[in-house]
Structures are given as C-alpha cells and as structure tokens.
Nanobody, 128 residues
Framework: QLQLVESGGGLVPTGDSLRLSCAAVGDSFGDTFSWYTMAWFRQAPGKERTFVAAITTSGEITNYADSVKGRFTISRDNAKNILYLQMSSLKPEDTAVYYC?????????????????WGQGTRVTVSS
C-alpha cells in the first residue's frame, strides 16, 4: 500500500526558510514513484486545503500558486523517492499544515480531488 510521509515542518520567524520533504515508502510505490506527478497542498486553520505547487514525473515542469511564486521551489529526487518543497521568505500567512500528494501521470492539477494518495501532513508555523 502506498504511503507518503512528510517531514521538515516547524516554527520559524518571518523571513526565514524551511525545507519540507515527502518520502514515498512501500514496495509498490517505491518502484513507481517516477510515474506520479507530485504536489504540495496546504491547509491553514479554519480554511480549506489549497494548492501550493506541483511537479511532473520527470521534474521538467513545475507550477505554483501565485501566493508562493518566487519564494517556494518544488523538486524531486526519483532515485531516492523523495519530494521537496524549499520555502524561503516565509510569511505568517504561510502558516498551515502542508500535505504532499500523488497523481498517477497527472497534469499537475490544482484540484485536490485529482490526487490519489496523501501524506499525513507536517505543520509549518511562521511567527510575526
């Protein structure tokens, strides 16, 4: 059974940087991580889950929410089955639980309904 495990969240001051990781574990997924378009979503307290960034299977194409463009970078290491989100110039409004998600050969949709597998989330808190 596919499992995604996020890590790297924490409490940081405004303007700081943080790198999130999402490891794909499980025998079946370990062989086919490179078949999945991967994405990061986030959910702030009391709000709906929203798209942050996505990356295609080979990593050639990425897309971002307007709110994070120029500050966040999504990347992946298919050899290690790991997805990353490098976050810089963090703002208090970036405070949320961050989730990674996988979509088999997906287009990098901004819709959470398009994704088949989800991690448990990692909390990021940016203090003002």
């Amino acid at each position: 059974q596919l499992q995604l495990v996020e890590s790297g969240g924490g409490l940081v001051p405004t303007g700081d940087s943080l790198r999130l990781s999402c490891a794909a574990v499980g025998d079946s997924f370990g062989d086919t991580f490179s078949w999945y378009t991967m994405a990061w979503f986030r959910q702030a307290p009391g709000k709906e889950r929203t798209f942050v960034a996505a990356i295609t299977t080979s990593g050639e194409i990425t897309n971002y929410a307007d709110s994070v463009k120029g500050r966040f970078t999504i990347s992946r290491d298919n050899a290690k089955n790991i997805l990353y989100l490098q976050m810089s110039s963090l703002k208090p409004e970036d405070t949320a639980v961050y989730y990674c998600a996988a979509d088999l050969y997906g287009p990098g949709s901004h819709r959470s309904e398009s994704y088949d597998y989800w991690g448990q989330g990692t909390r990021v808190t940016v203090s003002s």
